[in-house]
């Protein structure tokens, strides 16, 4: 990649939004990609933060495309975004 | 977990619906094959492959399939596989579709259409049913379908399954034979269908779908992290509430019924067995369990409208920390919830959780949720020993009871939970991934159809199990018949009263008299049966005929000490399950010691909780 490596989902603010830059998954995780990818978590895809429980913002709630989604923050760590402009 | 094959509707063309979970395949399902299974709105509700026959246009009879929501042909969970099982001409007993119909949510096509281009690889002919084009036109989505079918190379039909729309479009296309061909370019390799969808739909101006802004703002409020929780805890808190206050008059209405009939028959007939049958025995027994048909409406009124807007899968998520804690996700409460109608469809629902150890926590904890057949049994309970009064003008005493008693059911089953994340493999990751749907208002018919189907199940145990057991009781009950010049009530000299005060032992320690022995014994099978037990054997311990235990409630406040009644409530909330839920335990795991394992620590846990109860109770001078 030459891109340097942008932040990844789990760090989103409430409402900020960002697009998808790569999906990097946990050597213990190697499912994830692919059902992340089913999901909708592809290249370019727009992403979104919508909601964060308390406490510690475990899990939380993505928008992606059009569809949302409760995901555990280790699995939001594995979404690499581009830098927001 | 083992799948019975039965085939419903032998020969004729397959069809199969294949779609993302929530996109309406069992509601086109029903509207196609006229049946009436269950939808709502979560991922993950239908876990079977499911049957149906659909007549054409023309006539002609095709079968079809309902398959479990799949994201992609890369299966997840037990209910995923079998979807792929299907497709590929795998899954035992059933040939491979010669069509298949792909489900996708206009609303949301990027996502929807990948699982259309992994179809097309299979080399299957495929239809695309473009559900839910209401929704995408209320969001301001317009859909060429004929470019769409165009670019495709499938036909497309716009839909909206839920009103009926588009279903004889879709029934004419089925005779037109080329349908049943394939035809047009197949698709590349998957990793391209990320850049063929971008360009399909920048071809046909959807690039940028708009958002579903109406469910954000409601989730600005449900999904807050402060007011979420305590929004939660109020709704659950209010459904218990309710199922108290709402059921009183309907209940009044039905007891007024069982007495009036009791007394009728009990005029008309002369005095003999066959009296003592219909009395003692059917109206009696049944009138008993009938009563609490008002509180079980009431209770799944409230579940199938959350089940419908689309709340449930917002409560799984607000959860998710508080099952974590002991080593379960999120994704278990579903399951959980729906165990609270019945064990069995909720042992079934855990097929959505992909992670095997968390997939059999979730079943041995299952029974631990207070399903529907245990209500008669605490409402009965609580109605005799717990006065209808307020506490601080807003709270009812006995709700607040019964919401204690599904809490302790609750707690007990985090418990389990907690030890056996402490006895398996700890340390996993366990992945939450769970769609929240758009929310819906809840359609009046599917929830009257709901409850329908809720009632006719509880009248079929009634007049089935129920009626059988509590026969089978009641002749235990009256023979042999008392020896000449015996003082005490019939029922100490026959079978039942024999077997009672032999198993009075083993539960007298927790505060049983026999006559609660025995009615555990029918209760094994049918959970509500003890309350139907309870009133024959009331009603022919009573000396005079007039007695007759219409009203056991009464009777069963004179006769039982606090202590007991305590105990008794303190059993059910751990009870072993019925045998129909250990035989869909063994049928799922399809590991023999399983269900043994679970009989055996709820009796166990059963025992403990009562006799503790008790003791404490008589300490306490409740006795």
């Not at chain 1, 370019?44 to 510690?56: C, S, T």
């Given at each position: 990649m030459a891109e340097p490596d942008g932040p990844s989902l789990d760090t989103l603010?409430?409402?900020?939004?960002?697009?998808?830059?790569?999906?990097?998954?946990?050597?213990?995780?190697?499912?994830?990609?692919?059902?992340?990818?089913?999901?909708?978590?592809?290249?370019?895809?727009?992403?979104?933060?919508?909601?964060?429980?308390?406490?510690?913002?475990?899990?939380?709630?993505?928008?992606?495309g059009t569809s949302t989604y409760a995901l555990r923050r280790a699995e939001a760590a594995c979404v690499r975004l581009n830098h927001p402009q | 977990m083992t799948e019975a094959v039965i085939h419903l509707h032998r020969g004729g063309p397959l069809l199969a619906l294949l779609g993302n979970p929530n996109c309406g395949k069992t509601a086109l399902f029903n509207q196609l094959t006229g049946s009436r299974q269950k939808v709502a709105n979560y991922a993950g509700v239908t876990v079977e492959r499911k049957e149906g026959r659909l007549i054409t246009a023309a006539g002609r009879a095709l079968r079809l399939l309902d398959l479990p929501g799949a994201y992609s042909l890369h299966p997840r969970s037990p209910d995923e596989q079998v979807t792929r099982d299907v497709l590929y001409g795998r899954a035992l007993g059933e040939k491979r579709p010669d069509l298949v119909l792909c489900v996708v949510d206009a609303s949301n096509l990027r996502r929807h259409l990948r699982l259309v281009l992994a179809a097309r690889r299979l080399g299957l002919p495929c239809v695309v049913v473009l559900n839910m084009v209401d929704v995408a036109e209320a969001r301001g989505l317009r859909i060429d379908e004929g470019a769409l079918s165009a670019a495709l190379g499938m036909p497309v039909i716009p839909t909206v399954a839920v009103k009926g729309l588009g279903i004889a479009e879709l029934k004419a296309l089925l005779d037109a034979p080329c349908t049943w061909e394939t035809h047009g370019p197949m698709p590349q390799a998957e990793p391209a269908d990320h850049d063929t969808i971008d360009r399909l739909l920048g071809q046909l101006g959807l690039a940028d779908a708009a958002p579903p802004v109406a469910s954000d703002r409601i989730d600005r409020v449900v999904l807050h992290p402060v007011i979420g929780p305590l929004l939660l805890a109020a709704i659950l808190f209010l459904v218990f509430q309710a199922v108290f206050a709402g059921a009183e008059a309907p209940k009044g209405w039905i007891e007024a019924g069982t007495a009036w009939v009791g007394n009728q028959v009990s005029t008309w007939l002369p005095e003999g067995w066959v009296r003592s049958l219909l009395v003692d025995g059917i109206v009696a027994g049944l009138g008993g369990v009938l009563a609490f048909l008002p509180q079980i409406i009431i209770l799944f009124f409230f579940i199938l409208v959350m089940e419908e807007s689309g709340y449930l899968p917002r409560a799984a998520f607000l959860l998710d920390r508080l099952m974590g804690s002991v080593g379960l996700s999120g994704r278990s409460f579903i399951p959980l919830l729906s165990s609270f109608a019945c064990a069995i469809p909720g042992i079934l629902a855990a097929r959505t959780i992909s992670n095997p150890r968390d997939r059999l926590v979730t079943i041995m904890i299952a029974p631990l949720m207070t399903c529907s057949a245990r209500l008669p049994v605490y409402a009965l309970l609580i109605g005799a020993f717990v006065p209808a009064r307020h506490v601080g003008d807003v709270f009812e005493l006995q709700g607040l009871v019964l919401f204690g008693l599904y809490i302790a059911g609750i707690v007990g089953a985090m418990a389990v939970a907690w030890l056996l994340k402490h006895l398996t493999t700890g340390g996993q990751v366990r992945t939450l991934m769970m769609e929240l749907p758009t929310y819906h208002w809840p359609q009046a018919r599917n929830i009257a159809l709901g409850l329908w189907q809720r009632v006719k199940i509880f009248l079929r145990r009634v007049g089935g199990i129920i009626l059988v057991l509590t026969v089978a009781l009641w002749l235990l009950a009256s023979f042999p018949s008392p020896p000449p010049g015996a003082t005490a009530p019939a029922i100490e000299y026959s079978v039942a009263g024999m077997i009672g005060k032999a198993l009075a032992v083993v539960f007298e320690p927790i505060g049983f008299n026999w006559q609660i022995s025995i009615a555990l014994i029918p209760g094994l099978a049918a959970r509500e049966v003890v309350v139907s037990s309870l009133g024959t054997v009331y009603a022919l311990s009573a000396s005079g005929p007039k007695e007759a235990a219409q009203h056991l409630a009464p009777v069963i406040a004179q006769h039982w000490s606090l202590a007991t009644a305590a105990a008794l409530l303190a059993w059910f909330v751990f009870a072993p399950q019925c045998l129909a839920t250990l035989a869909t335990v063994r049928r799922e795991v399809n590991r023999r010691w399983i269900p043994w394992a679970m009989a055996g620590y709820l009796f166990a846990l059963a025992y403990a909780a009562a006799f503790i109860t008790y003791r404490v109770a008589l300490a306490l001078g409740l006795g």
């Open positions: 603010g409430r409402g900020q939004a960002a697009t998808v830059q790569r999906l990097e998954v946990p050597p213990d995780q190697p499912d994830w990609a692919q059902q992340m990818q089913d999901l909708g978590f592809v290249r370019g895809e727009r992403v979104q933060m919508l909601h964060r429980a308390l406490p510690g913002g475990d899990p939380l709630v993505v928008r992606v | -």
